[in-house]
């Protein structure tokens, strides 16, 4: 019942913290434009306007049209491609192609390094070695290299694009997992639980995790940005996601043909991609600050 009490926090706490937070995202208005894109963004990936609206119809009479003629539709506000499907819906569509890889590669990325990290840290041994060395033999390669490598061997799919993401970006939270790992288990509160019998599962679940948690966090959202890079890359270049599939890299490539006569199809892809990339960044370097105390003064000279 101790421990219930302790760890539970009372609703007036919580008001406040979610008040505080709100001020300090309020007092930095390029985190505030930032959560603003990703909203738009999510909002786009759940209307699922692409299944509704149906995105992938071919109409050669809108054939290459220009943007911004608001006398048409608008799903055609943004113009239309080589086969006159709305440029906006196949962003949409897109969207949710490349952010959702983008999440699923580091959602598995950080629970499968940080769990390997815990163990390296925590236990140590042959076990903590090995994983080390696997980890160490992983960053020895450049990420695109791995990459490119493992999909022509494997072939281009959303899956092996995943995992072979996830298996690039997973050596950054080993390494930071163990060593926040090896820092904590020396404390006094972790001496007390091993006194007091608690088994190395109960303490991990209980004392390590919970420590490490904010600074992997922290190393995923700065991730997200990364992945959703080497993602475009990739389809760019052709060894992502593959046709009838669509991704704002796949879109860039698919438009590098018209930038004399149709720039539209390059660029809207590409500065989606730039604006989405750029968010994740703002807004991993403001939850850094929001999560480190010694960091909280800008947050206070960022509101006057």
Known sequence: MTGMTTEFTPAP????RILWLSRALAGDPMAVAAAIWLLIVILAIVADASSLLGNS????KARNLPPF???QSWTLWLGADALGRPLMMRLIQAASTTVGI???TVVTSLVGGTLLGVIAGYFGGLVGNIIMRISDIILGFPTLLVALFGLYLFGPSVTNLVLVLAITRMPAYIRVARAETLEVR?????DAARVFGGSSIWILRTHILPSVAPTMLTLASVNLAMVMLFESGLSYLGLGIQ???????LMVAQGQGYLSSAWWL???P?????LTTMSFNLLANWFRIVNDPSQHWRLIRRRR
């Open 13 to 16: 706490e919580r008001r406040r």
């Open 57 to 60: 119809r071919i109409s050669l």
């Open 102 to 104: 983008a999440l699923v």
């Open 243 to 249: 046709p009838p599939a669509v991704s704002w890299g």
């Open 69 to 71: 003629d608001f006398n």
């Open 266 to 268: 390059g660029f809207f």
């Open 270 to 274: 590409g500065l989606a991609v730039m």
């Open 186 to 190: 020396e404390r006094l509160f972790v």
